[in-house]
């Protein structure tokens, strides 16, 4: 699926859009060239084949907790992976073969996917992956959502 088609650019500004009176700094910002990973295993029933060790470590987030990103690397395994949040990638190095139901993508470095949350795929490694992830998750519902905030708003923001 490409998204070439007639949707907007992805450059989108506006003159409406109110200025935020943000308390201190709020940017966040890290790096792809971080070395400090942390070993995330993966479930023992989702390994198939090989010992695909994960590490990674986060890198933003913003915060009502929904979006973030953060670098992950695995080496050579073939695993299942269920996707709990939607995510964007991008493989900075290495390679992964990525099977979903009857289509199969072969990713390497420089390439971006999308994964929708509730998603089972098939990742193969044949060496090592290092990705780049953006993570989003939506699944509270929307009123849930504004209670919470209302909520912090009339406790005076704790």
Known sequence: MS???????????????????????????????RTDFVSTPLPPEWILEGNPAARSIPLARAEDG???????????????????????????????????????????AGDVALFPEGLLAYWTVPNYVKKYAIFRSVSEPLSLRVYRKLKKLFKGGK
């Open 3 to 33: 998204i070439s088609d007639s949707r907007p650019s992805l450059i989108h500004a506006s003159a409406n859009v109110p200025i935020k009176n943000f308390i201190g700094p709020v940017i966040q910002t890290g790096s792809i060239t």
């Open 66 to 108: 929904d979006l973030s990103c953060g670098l992950w690397d695995c080496q050579a395994g073939k695993f299942k992976f269920i996707f709990s949040t939607d995510e964007i990638i991008q493989i900075l190095e290495g390679e992964v073969i990525i099977e979903e139901k009857d289509k199969v993508h072969h990713l390497r």
